[in-house]
């Protein structure tokens, strides 16, 4: 999630970390030359990743079928983040987005009744902000967070309608507009709502789902407005959608395409 410009990156380790997400993703048995080809690589490069990842027992060979699965030796890493709180996993992640685009964000928990609650907060230092307090809640259409709700639920007009005025809006926007950035929001994972919640208050968000399709976090950039421009904004959108997607393949165990 950290710009990595000017960085020298290692090809090979990239690659391989493809073919791991690819393998992850399908879920099934694939033999060298199918991964080489959804992978984009040369045959003769994917299969000495595949042979490598496969004595190092994070890839499991079937001699006979000539078949690659993720291996049980992935487990010798992710054996430390078994049971631990997700908030602990999330933290780096939506504290670099914080640093990098200097914006303070929230972290929300949607809750079973349809309210968001707010478990914590990432910020940059030095810049000013506005402060919620751990705990605040808010009806889970308000703002956002509710937009990008609605577009991810899959809502009916009329069902949006009944949501949007279940909200207590400073400076209530027309429920048109509201209903143009859902529509908008099923595309690009991610909202705004520019001073309608709250007055002077320039909110960007995304939420993660499990595994099941449920909204289970919320995540919104929070600033005063005029610190951030409109492309700022939505370059800040973009990478909270990105840590949404990642939120949920590697906490929620969502798979691409789900």
């Given at each position: ?160 309608r009944k ?72 370059t800040v ?22």
């Amino acid at each position: 999630m950290v710009d990595d410009t000017g960085q020298k990156l290692v090809p090979a380790v990239q690659n391989a970390m493809i073919i791991m997400r690819l393998l992850a993703a399908s879920g099934r048995p694939m033999g060298a030359t199918q991964i080489a080809r959804e992978a984009g690589l040369n045959v003769s490069s994917a299969f000495n990743i595949l042979r490598t990842l496969s004595h190092e027992g994070l890839l499991s060979f079937d001699p006979e079928a000539k078949t690659y699965v993720i291996g049980m030796g992935l487990m010798e890493f992710a054996a430390p983040l078994l049971g631990a709180n997700p908030a602990d996993l999330i933290r780096p992640t939506l504290t670099a987005i914080a640093q990098e685009h200097q914006v303070a964000i929230a972290l929300w928990q949607i809750t079973a009744n349809e309210r968001i609650v707010l478990i914590d907060r990432f910020t940059a230092p030095n810049i000013v902000q506005a402060v919620m307090s751990r705990s605040s809640r808010l009806p889970v259409f308000a703002g956002a967070v509710g937009r990008v709700y609605a577009a991810r639920q899959g809502l009916t007009k009329a069902q949006t309608r009944k949501g949007f005025d279940s909200v207590r809006w400073q400076d209530e926007p027309e429920f048109e507009t509201y209903w143009a950035d859902v529509q908008a929001a099923r595309d690009s994972g991610t909202a705004q709502d520019r001073g309608h919640l709250f007055r002077g208050l320039d909110i960007v968000a995304a939420l993660s789902v499990d595994a099941a399709g449920v909204p289970r976090l919320g995540m919104s950039s929070i600033t005063i407005t005029g610190q951030q421009t409109d492309e700022s904004l939505d370059t800040v959108g973009a990478a909270l959608a990105q840590a949404a997607r990642q939120i949920e393949r590697g906490v929620f165990g969502l798979r691409a395409g789900d």
